[in-house]
């Protein structure tokens, strides 16, 4: 599967933001999607998670209530939506998908860029 991250950008502290992720190849529906970002200089992190079967989400306490990842198998697209941002979220964001048998996230799409400033 091919993921393709979009809606990166530059915004200020408190605003919003979407990310999408669109997979082509395979459909998402039987992956477990998430999200992580990477600051350099410090190891990657992760953001979000959302089961295939269940749907359950899982977030990082950093983020816990101000993120929100959902999906659309229809769309083949994971989503974002990132409420009151702050700098420290800046980052390059990646989605990454896990298939089925594999312990870790085993694909990965390239990053887009947030940058939040004060």
């Known amino acids: 599967v091919q993921l393709q991250a979009s809606g990166g950008g530059s915004v200020q502290a408190g605003d919003s933001l979407r990310l999408s992720c669109a997979a082509s190849?395979?459909?998402?529906?039987?992956?477990?999607m998430g999200w992580f970002r990477h600051v350099p200089g410090k190891p990657r992190e992760f953001v979000a998670a959302?089961?295939?079967?269940?749907?359950?989400?899982y977030y990082a306490d950093s983020v816990k209530g101000r993120f929100t990842i959902s999906r659309d198998n229809a769309k083949n697209t994971v989503y974002l939506q990132m409420h009151s941002l702050k700098p420290e979220d800046t980052a390059v964001y990646y989605c990454?998908?896990?298939?089925?048998?594999?312990?870790?996230?085993?694909?990965w799409g390239q990053g887009t860029q947030v940058t939040v400033s004060s």
């Open positions: 990454a998908a896990r298939s089925y048998h594999a312990l870790e996230f085993n694909y």
């Open positions: 959302i089961k295939s079967t269940s749907s359950n989400e």
């Open positions: 190849g395979r459909s998402i529906s039987s992956y477990d």
